[in-house]
């Protein structure tokens, strides 16, 4: 199948064309038709699958075939989880809009808004928005929703991760009951399709491949080692190995820094990526490791949701995740646009029982490597593994129907992470072999 065959408007398909493209993913090719007839969708699909361009395409025909002689209102709202796929979607709606005559906005925190607000005064038709700087913006009465025809909801299940049912809730409630919903997530948890049939109308639903499974073009490994040799054993590897593009996954926030400061102190570039940093500290790192000044990008699993890097070589789990579906979501980094990536875990003998759930989870199970000089001490004893409350109240997974988990901080008001750069993030296959 070619975009050309889908029935979308000449000036979009001058856009994807624009592009390099020919042939949709295999969501878009499922999604995009069922967007384009109206209906309210459940989508599942993990992220590098093209997802984005399988909402926005068809959302901008639809408008584009509908056009109002009234002056702008906002007609699509599109809800993310973090900052950074915020500034990712609006960027994949700059590009495919780019021959028509739209407007659109992304609003999120960490940054001003008042060039926010004089942005929603002169009229959008396409919002982006975390939802704490949104519903920021409906209580100081900044932002009309009345005219809302679609509602999108990306990434489901990171909103519920992250504490937001209760804001999304707040927003549903400001918008008018006839529209048509969106919903897009790679897991569908029974907490996911409570807050689906909350809201949704008899939704097509579509699945682009197993869920909670590992990318096929992904080569994955453990390395065994004292929890204490870890960093040194990284350092080795990247070194030895001649990595010169590394996303490495810390639990924590201080665990990021603390491992970003000892790789610089190695002579290896690296810099931390996670909800403490400055919006400003947070761009110019991921900035710098896409442009390749920077070798090592340490990150927590929040900060480095919606970062999207064509043909990103290497993922390292410095610490296993507490939840062994984050695991498919970090290594889901690599193994991307058709190209072979690689996943290395450091594992040491207090992680054995998240290995375990891990293998469980992917029906896997992962080889294991000794690397000489880091054999792990058989005598070694696991310890608990210790986290700051804030990242236990970030790892708790609320129900639909409970209040929200997290304090209104900077994570929860709105989403933490990078505001990513132009990416590839949703894009269709390139020559019907590639998709970013």
């Known amino acids: 199948m070619k975009f050309t065959e889908l029935g979308l408007a000449p000036e979009i398909l ?28 459940m989508a ?83 919002l982006v928005a975390t939802p704490g700087r949104l519903l920021d913006h409906a209580q100081q009465r900044t932002v009309d929703l009345s005219g809302v025809d679609v509602l999108v909801l990306d990434e489901a299940d990171r909103m519920l991760d992250m504490g937001f049912i209760h804001d999304i809730r707040k927003v549903l409630a400001l918008l008018p009951k006839k529209r048509q919903n969106l919903l897009f997530s790679a ?141 498919v979501h970090r290594i889901g980094r690599t193994g991307r646009a058709g190209s072979e990536g690689s996943a290395i875990s450091l594992v040491c003998v207090d992680e054995n029982k998240l290995l375990k759930d891990i293998e469980r989870l992917i029906k896997k199970t992962i080889d294991v490597v000794i690397h000489p000089g880091y054999e792990p001490d058989p005598q070694a004893r696991p310890e608990p593994i210790q986290l700051r409350s804030s990242e236990v109240r970030n790892r708790q997974r609320p129900s639909a129907g409970s209040p929200r988990v997290n304090s209104r901080g900077s994570s929860s008001r709105t989403g933490t992470g990078a505001a990513a750069a132009k990416t590839g993030g949703g894009a269709p296959h390139r020559n019907g072999s590639r998709h970013r």
């Open 187 to 327: 897991t569908f948890s029974d907490e996911i399709r409570a807050l689906a049939g909350s809201f949704l109308v008899n939704p097509e639903y579509v699945e682009s491949e197993r869920r909670n499974t590992a990318p096929e073009l992904v080569k994955q490994h453990v390395y065994r080692v004292d929890r204490e040799r870890k960093r040194d054993l990284l350092i080795d590897l990247i070194r030895e190995k001649g990595w010169y593009q590394v996303l490495v996954f810390t639990r924590t926030k201080w665990g990021a820094n603390g491992l970003a400061e000892k790789l610089l102190k190695a002579g290896i570039e690296a810099d931390a990526i996670h909800g403490n940093k400055s919006q400003n500290a947070r761009t110019r790192a991921l900035s710098n490791f896409k442009n390749g000044k920077l070798h090592v990008l340490v990150a927590t699993d929040i900060a480095a949701r919606g970062i999207d890097i064509d043909e990103l070589p290497h993922v390292v789990n410095y610490e296993l995740p507490n939840v062994a579906e984050d695991y």
């Open 44 to 126: 599942c699909a993990q992220t590098g699958t093209g997802k984005t361009a399988g909402f926005t395409l068809p959302i901008l025909h639809r408008l584009a075939s509908s056009r109002s002689s009234s002056p702008r209102k906002i007609r699509v709202l599109i809800l993310t989880p973090t900052r950074e796929l915020a500034a990712q979607v609006e960027d994949s709606v700059r590009t495919y809009g780019a021959h028509l005559s739209f407007k659109s906005l992304v609003v999120f925190g960490g940054v001003g808004i008042n060039p926010q607000i004089s942005a929603l005064r002169k009229g959008v038709d396409i």
């Open 14 to 41: 001058h856009s994807i064309a624009d592009q390099g493209y020919e042939n949709p993913t295999p969501i878009q090719a499922m999604a995009i038709p069922v967007v384009l007839a109206g209906k309210d969708l």
